[in-house]
């Protein structure tokens, strides 16, 4: 089940965070198609490896002294605990919103694993544009039921002319043929990009600062919208936390009803907590009453140091949708906060969050609801 072998090496690779009973694989048919590709071609390092899930791209190809760039967190420290188990060097991991370092800057392979989203992969293809040369080897992956349209529009827009393969086992290479004039032509940098928000009341706005990947960067979503207008804490919270942050949004608003409280805001994606701060600041709320933390949920957070949580909780772990996250959230959450603190959360209905709060807290109460989504509240007992 964890094992992948290929024509590289045999490794046991696992999906992180790990849990019980785990029935999913860290890797899946497009690595594969990729992997043995790329064999037969006898490429050639260093390689630059955009967006690998679990690992399985870099633990594989680690003689070839992979850089990997990525925008999550968990992906970073599945690439370092899989290398790790199977006793490999780590590869070089550089978060997306980083800028790239000379060192790095010579690539013969740059292999793409095709993103989640079309602005992850805008956001990657601008980045390694100037990497690209006349004999780099590009060559992106996906599966099939993944790979939109307009992703391929994108890439010919901003690098070079695409071929696709036969698709084997519901995956498919895309082969790109690096175009010097396109290339070298001036593209603006959409990213990031600005939205500005009317709080409930309608006396304070906020400046969103949206980098690429980040949740709700176009229009506010409809959810945090809602929640929007049931923030406000009855008892005076000292410690914060806005957990999933994403751009900031849920902090920024609950900083409106507390602003004497510290806030701690936390994602594992490094575009959402580089929002997150820029956004925190472009609103003009007080630096020092805010911590900005890329991190996996609240691991490694001192119990009962929190006494208000809010938290939107996501519903997918890159491709695959489920609520293993929101349920590692609300758990962590309950460790963290105090005798007496709050967890407040936002869910689609349909979810049943509220089963869960009930088993973990003992209790749970609805705040609010409309047709969509519900707003629970749990405390600390
Ligand atoms: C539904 S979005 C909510 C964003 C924002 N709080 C809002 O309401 O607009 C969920 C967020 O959880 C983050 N997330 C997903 N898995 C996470 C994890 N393991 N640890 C921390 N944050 C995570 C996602 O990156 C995303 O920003």
Known sequence: MNHLTTVWHSLELNRYPKQKNETLRAWDAADEYLLSYLHEQNIQGPCLIINDGFG??????HQLSPTVITDSFLSQQSIIANSQTNQLDCPTILPLIKPLEKPCGYFKTIIIKIPKTLALLEAALLKIRPLINSDTLIIAAGMVKYIQTSMIESIQQLVGPTRPSLAKKKARLIHITPDHSLLTAKVKNPYPKELCVELPGGNRKLNLINFANVFGQHKLDIGSRFFLENLACDHEPQQIIDLGCGNGLLAMATYQHHPDSQFTLVDESFSAVASAKAGWLSSELPENQARFVVNDCLTGFASNSADYIVCNPPFHQQHTVGDHIAWRMFSQAKQVLQQG?????????????????????GNVQMLASNSKFVILQAVKK
């Open 56 to 61: 399985a791209l870099s633990t594989s190809l």
């Open 341 to 361: 603190g709050e967890l407040r959360i936002i869910g689609n209905r349909h979810l049943g969050y509220h089963i869960k709060l009930k088993r973990l807290f």
